[in-house]
């Protein structure tokens, strides 16, 4: 690999999450290109749980984006990806595997220039499902709007390392 090692710490701090979107279509061999490296993600048993579903039609990502309130940026993306989960062939960790591949995803996107945000599903699992029609043991993880950002937000605060590490056991804060 030739990237230094100080560019991909630079990669990773300087995603954010787009809600605002050009409205430039997202090539399909650049949305190919996405999910072929979401393959490598890291899944339990290397079941690899996940599929899926490329949304580009205006009515379907109509449909998602009033779902809820926070699900309103995949109006303006060219195109939505649903990550959804067999949690029949991986029961007890299909959520963090398909949360992996969903973060490799929005990865792989700000990779190639291409703003992502991740919209809830979990409370809304069965009404995505009705749309998708997808089958009941697909469980719809993440919907990621994908398009080329028309913003750059500010970084949203962290909470404190300070506040979140422990040395050994709970309590036993780490410092040097
Ligand atoms: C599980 C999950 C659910 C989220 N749901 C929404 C959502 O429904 N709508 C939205 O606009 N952003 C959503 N977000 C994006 C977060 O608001 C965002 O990641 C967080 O504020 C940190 O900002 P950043 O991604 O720019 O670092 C979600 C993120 C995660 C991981």
Excluded at 20 to 40: A, C, G, H, M, T
Excluded at 102 to 130: C, F, P, S
Aim: net charge positive; charged share 20%; glycine share 4%.
């Amino acid at each position: 690999m030739s990237c230094r090692s100080e560019d991909i710490v630079e990669f990773l701090l300087t995603r954010r999450s787009i809600r605002q979107f050009k409205p430039e279509p997202v090539p399909d061999d650049v949305i190919l290109k996405i999910l072929n490296i979401s393959r490598y993600a890291p899944s339990a048993g290397n079941r690899q749980p996940w599929i899926f579903v490329v949304v580009k039609d205006g009515a379907m990502r109509e449909k998602l984006s009033s779902i809820h309130p926070g699900s309103a940026p995949l109006l303006r993306a060219p195109v939505g990806i649903v990550v959804a989960c067999d949690k029949n062939s991986s029961p007890i960790s299909y959520q963090v595997d398909c949360a992996n591949a969903a973060m490799y995803i929005m990865l792989a996107a700000h990779a190639l220039g291409l703003g992502t945000v991740w919209l809830q599903t979990l409370r809304n699992v069965e009404d995505i499902q009705k749309v998708l029609e997808l089958p009941e043991n697909y469980v719809p993880i993440a919907i990621l709007a994908i398009g080329y950002p028309a913003e750059k937000p500010q970084p949203k605060p962290r909470k404190p390392l300070e506040e979140m590490v422990y040395l050994n056991k709970y309590g036993n804060r780490y410092s040097t």
